[in-house]
């Protein structure tokens, strides 16, 4: 079912939520998959409609179910949590893909975010925090741990000005997608006010 045709419900003031969404998890870990699926099913009008141990049974799960999104963990046995990401955004290009593991890889991201994740979360976080994603994701928003971003905006402008070249397209569209993820996440309400934030965390600079 896609987002479009879904009836929606106000979830805080000036914003709206799917009033259901179906969730795909694909973690190799039984404990995970179950966990993620309590925390996410005591939220009303979220389902977990499918379960997948790699990334080959995610995929197949994910066309014969075709979920709004798909937590997909890392390391995923059987393809990997990049190539899955790409499929799953290829066939289901609706769906969208967070991310959950215990690394904080600069490259690893950077190439998710190519692949067409829009959320990576670390399994340190805690359970508001995925349950923040899920609704980030399924309004179609970004979601990064603030953290991360700040890695991955350092890394990008830190290259771009050493090696003396613009960013590519696809590289300028990941650093849109996290800066508007910390700009969420840190309640900033303006790109004046992240472009401050940048600065002064010495993100970028002048």
């Given at each position: 079912m896609a987002f479009a045709e879904m009836p929606v419900v106000a979830a805080t003031p000036g914003r709206m939520l799917p009033s259901a969404v179906r969730i795909?998890?694909?973690d190799n870990h039984d404990v995970i998959r179950v966990g993620l699926q309590v925390i996410l099913e005591a939220q009303r009008g979220w389902h977990v409609v499918a379960s997948a141990s790699d990334g080959k049974e995610a995929l197949q799960k994910a066309v014969e179910t075709k979920p709004d999104i798909a937590v997909i963990g890392h390391p995923l046995a059987l393809f990997g949590c990049i190539d899955v990401t790409r499929q799953i955004k290829a066939r289901l290009p609706r769906a969208e893909c967070l991310i959950f593991t215990m690394h904080e890889d600069e490259m690893l991201v950077t190439d998710l975010l190519?692949?067409?994740?829009?959320?990576y979360l670390l399994k340190s976080d805690t359970d508001q925090a995925l349950i923040e994603?899920?609704?980030?994701?399924?309004?179609?928003?970004?979601?990064?741990t603030p953290k991360v971003s700040e890695a991955l905006l350092h890394s990008f402008t830190v290259r771009s000005r050493h090696e003396g070249s613009a960013l590519t397209a696809r590289e300028r569209q990941v650093v849109q997608l996290i800066a508007e993820g910390l700009r969420q996440k840190l309640h900033l309400s303006s790109p004046v006010a992240l472009a401050r934030y940048a600065i002064r965390n010495k993100l970028i600079e002048l």
């Open positions: 795909l998890i694909a190519r692949a067409g994740a829009r959320g994603a899920i609704k980030a994701l399924a309004s179609h928003k970004t979601f990064f």
